[in-house]
């Protein structure tokens, strides 16, 4: 019963390079989403996906790409990184209503340099 | 989305009730009142929901008043590990709902021993 799970739980990258961040989730949830979160500040929405195959943008969407090719996982890319996305990226999965709150997972830290 | 407005931070002693005020004076009639917490470096845990009628579960109650402009959450006897940033947030269930959570700064709760 893993719920929501993401990787790397770590990384540091050079400014240019890219990187793909997963989420899976094991819950059947049609609903996921990505989230950065910077210092003092709350979670942003950057990108969500209503099911499988389909994406759409968020708050705060440019330098990054995402994925949904099947339901249990969401990537989340970056494809030439900036200083400017070192963050926390948190991945919420949910069911088709909010009537039963979204499952995070546990963040991935990345710093950019 | 009806905006929210909590207190930055609030303190509490070890074995009281916390009661964390929520003001939501533009709530629709179709938008519930979500509780969602967040202990240091960890992804969001959900708490409990509304829509009018009290709400009780294992983590909390949540009290909303009969306007509906105002919730209260109540941990009703805090321990060290309720120290978290606690987030207030009105949405729809369900439909309109699918694009995400709006996260504001919350109310930083501190338990003190």
């Known amino acids: 019963n893993a719920g929501v799970t993401q990787t790397p739980k770590f990384r540091v990258l050079k400014t240019g390079q890219s990187m793909t961040l997963l989420c899976a989730q094991d819950?059947?949830?049609?609903?996921m989403y990505w989230y950065r979160q910077d210092p003092g500040m709350g979670l942003r929405l950057i990108h969500y996906?209503?099911?499988?195959?389909?994406?759409a943008k968020g708050e705060v969407p440019d330098g990054y790409n995402v994925s949904r090719l099947k339901k249990q996982n969401f990537l989340l890319g970056l494809e030439s990184a900036a200083p400017s996305q070192t963050s926390v990226y948190f991945c919420?999965?949910?069911?088709?209503?909010?009537?039963?709150?979204?499952?995070f997972g546990s963040g991935t830290r990345l710093t950019v340099v | 989305d009806a905006k929210t407005t909590q207190p930055p931070s609030m303190d509490c002693a070890e074995g009281r009730a916390a009661n964390l005020p929520c003001n939501h004076s533009?709530?629709?009639?179709?938008?519930?009142v979500y509780w969602y917490r967040q202990i240091h470096s960890q992804g969001p845990q959900y708490i409990i929901h509304g829509l009018k009628n009290n709400e009780t579960n294992e983590m909390a109650s949540l009290i909303i008043t009969e306007d509906r402009k105002s919730s209260t959450l109540i941990l009703p006897h805090a321990t060290l590990r309720d120290t978290a940033v606690y987030y207030c947030i009105v949405r729809v269930a369900s439909g309109g709902g699918a694009d995400g959570l709006t996260f504001g700064k919350g109310t930083h709760l501190i338990i003190q021993p």
């Open positions: 996906s209503v099911g499988e195959g389909t994406t």
């Open positions: 819950m059947n949830h049609e609903y």
């Open positions: 533009t709530i629709s009639g179709n938008e519930y």
């Open positions: 919420a999965s949910g069911r088709g209503t909010q009537l039963y709150g979204y499952t």
